[in-house]
């Protein structure tokens, strides 16, 4: 290590390698999922405070995206693509009223998958929508989960 390297990152022992790969919202979903898991909801600003912490600087850049007239970082950017497409899916609803994306048990099969791979836990609140549902749905889903056709 030469002096000019010792200078540019103090404190570290050998070379300083920034191979952080480019964020795409593939990137993002984890992030989302375990804050969703966690609490139920969540806020874009706190899972782009989470993405932060590992993304690279170039990420938190703000630029103009889509032809808009607002600079976002592309780190928001695509928070808010990802939050577009789990409402799309039916996985999220906005709640206006305290500016927070909600879990929802719309998509039940889709949420147990999830669990199921990452080894967590639904929300309480999910589990509790789900257990309000029709029995219909309860059928429905319990011949989902066992590999029947519903549909």
């Not at 139920?40 to 405070?49: I, L």
């Not at 808010?80 to 719309?106: H, S």
Request: with cysteine.
């Amino acid at each position: 290590m030469t002096e000019k390297e010792a200078l540019m990152a103090p404190g570290t022992v050998g070379l300083l390698w920034d191979e952080t790969p480019e964020l795409t919202a593939a990137h993002v979903r984890p992030f989302v999922w375990a804050i969703l898991m966690y609490r139920g909801a969540c806020r874009p600003s706190e899972v782009e405070a989470a993405i932060a912490q590992v993304c690279s600087v170039e990420e938190l850049k703000t630029e103009l995206y889509d032809d808009g007239d607002e600079e976002l970082t592309r780190v928001e950017y695509l928070v808010g693509q990802v939050m577009a497409e789990f409402i799309a899916e039916g996985l999220c609803r906005y709640n206006d009223e305290k500016d927070i994306w909600v879990l929802t048990a719309k998509d039940v099969t889709k949420l147990i998958n999830v669990a199921t791979a990452i080894d967590g836990q639904l929300p309480k609140h999910v589990l509790q929508e789900f257990a309000n549902g029709t029995n219909a749905q309860r059928r429905n889903l319990e011949a989902r989960t066992i590999g029947f056709k519903t549909e």
